[in-house]
Structures are given as C-alpha cells and as structure tokens.
C-alpha cells in the first residue's frame, strides 16, 4: 500500500530505507519516534547468472530477520532513493549499469506489493533532496556540493555511528532523515498548493467544502515536532 498523503506518521514505529543497487544494497531500520537509525547492514549480491533472483531473495531473508527480531511488518514502512531521471555521466555510469539499477528497483517494488508492506511511494527520494538538506544542516550556499564523504561524516558525528560503516549504509541513514525531517511535510506543502489551485475552479460550495475538507486532513498528517 502506497501511504503518500493517506496515512500518518504516528501509524507505524519504524522507517526501512533503502540506498538500493543492483550489487551493493545499503539498508536503514530507522526508529521514527526516537528519530534515529537502530542499524544499518548491507545486501550484497554476488555475481550470479540472474543477480535479480538473488536480491529479490536477500530481501525476503532482510524481512524475515526483522519480523524473527520481534518487529511487526504492519510496524513499518519502506522507502528508497529514487531512480536517476537520466543517465549521469562520469565514471561508471553507463547504460548497463542504469538498466541493472532499474531491475533492482522493480525488484523491490515486486517485492513490497507481493508482500503487502507499507512503502511511501514508489518514486522515492531523489538525492538532490538529500544533498539540499544536508546543505542546509551545514550551512552550505546552493552552490556549494556535497558527497558520500559529507553525508558519512555527518550521520557518524550526529548519531555516533562506528566508523567503518558502509557510504551505503550512511546514505540509507540519511535518507530516512531526510523524509522524516523534511520530505514528508514537504510533499503534503505541494499537494495543499495543488488543492488549493483546484479549489479556485470551482463554484459550488458543496465541491469548495470538499476541497477544504481535504486540506485539513492534509494539514493534520504532517509530521509536528517539539
């Protein structure tokens, strides 16, 4: 189930984040009341004539190990760092390399709807939403550019991580971050604007009440902080 502007943050306990690749998988269990990450750990698929079957089981034994954990997969939702809208160029990127991504990501995607868990979306956060947040923690101008590097150093320092975690892994953490710090009321700021615009089409009051209606439900599921 997709819970994009249908459900409330105070609806589960727990975030798990995906930095997702067709290889190297860094994964985040985030405590969403507690606003931290419990652990983070890796899926790694090893060279294989079908790598997709091999991540698609890895997942399932991810899964399985939380609910052995005593986690509740009705406890949890999932996100994901979006696809690239393009392939970037530089070093490593390549049309095989996209194509492998995309595999990946249906692979979750096949994943969490046959397994009837809770994802946000099914687009996921874009990392120029990860690297602008950053930049505002750090007090960084538009311009400036963040990396791997900045972002491991900073879930390290904040959240007193071990030091050989994974770029994978404090991606995954970062990630979860940012959707809850940032993304998630952000999301719902666009779909009031879009409401709003939609309201000033109408004239019959019933439609207009409708309209208001909605954004006030929409304005009750953001994420409200001390």
Known sequence: MVIKFSKEITDYKYLVMFDLASKKTGVCLYDIYKNE???????????????????????????????????????????????????????????????????????????????????????????????????????????????????????????????????DESDAVFLAKTLIDVKWNKDIDEEIKVKKRHKKTLKAQHAIKNVDDQIKELERKKIYTN
């Open 37 to 167: 990450p419990i652990h983070t750990s890796m899926i790694i698929v090893n060279n294989h004539e079908l790598g997709i079957v091999d991540l698609y089981n890895l997942i399932d034994e991810y899964f399985k190990k939380l609910v052995e954990n005593g986690i509740s997969l009705s406890d949890i939702f999932v996100s994901f760092e979006s696809m690239p809208t393009q392939i970037r160029s530089g070093k490593g990127s390549t049309i095989q390399t996209f194509l492998a991504l995309a595999k990946a990501h249906a692979i979750l995607d096949l994943y969490l709807y046959q397994h009837d868990i809770d994802v946000y979306d099914y687009v996921g956060i874009y990392p120029i939403t990860t690297h602008n947040y950053l930049k505002k923690i750090l007090n960084k101008s538009k311009v400036d550019k963040v990396d791997k590097d900045d972002i491991k150093k900073y879930v390290v320092d904040y959240y007193k991580l071990k030091q050989d975690i994974t770029f």
